[in-house]
């Protein structure tokens, strides 16, 4: 799941589009995409959409905040179609996630979907008392928390910043810090850490580089707002055939060596948790 492409629900267009963008997970969005006056068109397309679920990627459906109240009528209108997912904004922490989890669990036992099947992601940085939640994700015990992810512009217009990025283009503290808690708190519970989106659709090489950035960093994913961005996603977090070599190597050095916990490759130490990861990206890449 490299790849998440958001699609404005009240859009038919982008919507029928978005599927053959060759993103892993295309969400439709009924937030902050979809004005209000819009938002019973976007319910309604989303649910239709979703239903054409046979082949392509998964399809999940941002919903509107617990804080409003428009969530519960979201699920009305598209739990029947079986999304693969539910993307939760500005949850403002992990208690939040049990109140949506109830209300899903009670819909699949209305219609007779599969216990757990629906998943969850929330995005766990729009205000900053959320933000300050992070840490506590990684001990949640809900099942169907899947993954992570995080946005910048809402923190930056909460806490009065005018920019993000530094001079160089890196990250600024304050989002340095929730990234890497992001991340450490996405693993804790197993699931996928998804980086935020590169707003900037217009540039494949700064997108390209944040890309590479996030994969090398340790997140098992990226959002994204633009066709256009996904090919360039998908690459970035395909490991590269080097990286698929030096696994294989690495997993061919223990197999020749049983019961050894530290050996040489190439005048490099590895080690078990070498193995492992080596494992991982192998089993990944399938
Ligand atoms: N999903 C599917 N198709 C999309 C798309 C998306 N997210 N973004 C653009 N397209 C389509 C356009 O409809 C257009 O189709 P066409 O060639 O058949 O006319 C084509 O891709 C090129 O689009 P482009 O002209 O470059 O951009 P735009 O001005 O139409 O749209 C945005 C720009 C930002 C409005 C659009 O990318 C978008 O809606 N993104 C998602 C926004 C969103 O859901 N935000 C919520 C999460 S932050
Ligand atoms: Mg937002």
Known sequence: MRSWLFAPGDSAKKLAKAPSS??????????????????????????EWLADNETGPAR?????????????????????????????????GPDELAILDAEISAWEQRIGIPSGHTQIMPLVSETPRAALTIPAYGTTAIDRLTGLTWGSEDLMTSVGASRKRDGSGQWTDLFRMIRAQLLLAAHATGGWAIDALYSDFRDPDGLARSAAEAAADGF???????????????????PSAEKLAQARAIVAAFAANPGAAVLQLDGRMIETPHLKQAENLLQMAG
């Open 220 to 238: 098992t994913g990226m959002l994204a707002i633009h066709p256009a961005q996904v090919s360039v996603i998908n690459e970035a977090f395909q």
């Open 22 to 47: 060759g993103a892993d997970v295309v969400i439709a969005d009924l937030e902050d995409a979809v004005p209000l006056d819009a938002k019973d068109l976007a319910r309604a397309q989303a649910a």
């Open 60 to 92: 999940w459906v941002r919903i509107n905040a617990l804080s409003t109240p428009f969530w519960r009528d979201d699920l009305t209108y598209i739990m029947q179609s079986r999304p693969a997912g539910i993307l939760l904004p500005k949850a403002s």
